[in-house]
């Protein structure tokens, strides 16, 4: 029997670790464009390079570690050219306002807010590394009804 929980209390069960180009300047980005707010997680090599960086929203958690981290052998999807088969879904409090700021701070624009049948208002993202975010604000209840037909 285990004296202590299987994760740290302040940690949410599902983290994504992205791997990036330059965990430096994507803390820079995530923290002036979306928000997050740099963790104590953060280590680094005998040169100063963050090798491992943590990021809080709310209660969202991302981890990040650079290319070739750790002898890691995967890198960014702009770096490797391929589109990852995962998005990021993120609520905030006012997804206009939020993408206004994403914009501005040099996130790409792939789709601007707009209404959703299931009720969130969204909009999407890609950041400087290639992923993609959708960032969200929930106005409505979903309504079976405007359902697109497919």
């Known amino acids: 029997m285990k004296d202590r929980s299987a994760k740290p209390a302040d940690m949410p069960w599902l983290t994504p670790y992205l791997t990036v180009r330059d965990a430096e300047k994507s803390l820079?980005?995530?923290?002036?464009?979306?928000?997050?707010?740099?963790?104590?997680?953060?280590?680094?090599?005998?040169?100063?390079?963050?090798?491992?960086?943590?990021?809080?929203?709310?209660?969202?958690?991302?981890?990040?570690?650079?290319?070739?981290?750790?002898?890691?052998?995967?890198?960014?999807?702009?770096?490797?050219?391929?589109?990852?088969?995962?998005?990021?879904?993120?609520?905030?409090?006012?997804?206009?306002a939020f993408y206004a700021n994403a914009v501005a701070q040099g996130a790409e624009s792939m789709e601007e807010p707009a209404d959703m049948f299931w009720g969130d208002r969204i909009c999407t993202l890609r950041d400087a590394d290639g992923y993609v975010w959708s960032f969200a604000t929930n106005v409505a209840d979903f309504d079976p009804s405007k359902i697109p037909e497919m």
């Open 28 to 96: 820079d980005f995530y923290h002036r464009a979306f928000g997050f707010e740099p963790g104590e997680e953060t280590l680094r090599d005998s040169n100063g390079v963050i090798q491992h960086a943590a990021m809080r929203y709310q209660g969202a958690f991302i981890m990040m570690a650079p290319e070739t981290a750790w002898g890691c052998k995967s890198a960014a999807p702009v770096t490797s050219g391929t589109e990852i088969p995962i998005g990021l879904y993120l609520y905030c409090e006012d997804v206009d």
